[in-house]
């Protein structure tokens, strides 16, 4: 993730369901508060930091299947305001490790 990136609202596609990611967002959003819409197959967070906001969008997307492996996936995309770039990259950075899945 480039400094520019953060500046406009980004998409990238995660490899987990929408309820997974429902999950992670408490953890990966510390000391926000979360206004969260959901179906099971969309949805959006609102997370409200004393800096700005970050509207967090996600839709389910056909799932990759590799031989017998099936990876569930989804589009996310991140809109911020009202907060610094300085800021944006304190959370980005933040919720990345969060939502990081193993592999090492």
Known sequence: MFRQDLARPFERVMGCTPSELLGWLPGA???ARLDIESTPTSG?????FNVGQLLIEWR???????????????N???????????DRIDVQGYF?????????
């Open 29 to 31: 959003l510390p000391g």
């Open 44 to 48: 959006s967070c609102r997370a409200s």
């Open 60 to 74: 389910m997307l056909d799932s990759r299947q590799i031989a017998l492996l099936k990876i569930p996936r989804i």
């Open 76 to 86: 996310v995309r991140f809109t911020y305001s009202k907060m610094d770039i300085a």
């Open 96 to 104: 990345d490790r969060a939502t990081q899945r193993g592999g090492g």
